[in-house]
């Protein structure tokens, strides 16, 4: 199965200079606990804004086109393609963390997405790709933590691809 998952605030944005634009603990704990004991895919560039460091009880897939890309212990595939024959194989959950080009190339082939909306606006770079949600079902949502650690009211909404409609 693959999944995108994904923070973002008002306007889409997900991204300034390769960082997340908010400090969101309760956030990076849902993240945590939702890709544990799977597989996470990011591209390079999100790769090295984590400082090259991969995250504990998780396999790294880094997507780049540099063929002699040093993954520092991650996985490198050089195509979506290469990525979703992994994806079918693997009996865990694949989930696509970004950045923004990655997660566009993803886009025909998501089953669930796991967005954290956050009500305020940022400043950044990197917006998530346009998303016809007529092809989406919203399957769950619920409110996150805001306290003194977690200034930002926000939500996680879980959407599942719509049956009928056929991505390939």
Avoid at 36 to 46: A, D, P
Wanted: glycine content about 8%; charged content about 25%.
């Amino acid at each position: 199965m693959l999944v995108a998952i994904w923070a973002q605030d008002e306007n889409g944005l997900i991204g300034k200079a390769e960082q997340l634009p908010w400090h969101l603990p309760d956030d990076l704990q849902f993240f945590k606990k939702m890709t544990q004991n799977n597989t996470i895919v990011m591209g390079r560039k999100t790769f090295e804004g984590l400082g090259k460091r991969l995250l504990p009880d998780r396999s790294t897939i880094v997507l780049t086109s540099d063929q002699n890309y040093d993954g520092n212990g991650a996985t490198v595939m050089h195509s979506v393609q290469e990525v979703l024959d992994y994806a079918e194989q693997f009996e865990g959950i694949t989930f696509i963390t970004g950045g923004g080009e990655i997660y566009k190339q993803f886009l025909p082939y998501y089953d669930v997405l796991y967005r954290t909306l956050i009500k305020a606006e940022f400043e950044g770079d990197t917006y998530f790709p346009y998303l016809d949600w007529d092809e989406w079902n919203i399957v769950s949502t619920s409110e996150g933590t805001v306290d003194d650690k977690n200034a930002y009211a926000h939500d996680y909404e879980t959407y599942q691809r719509n049956k009928s409609v056929v991505t390939n």
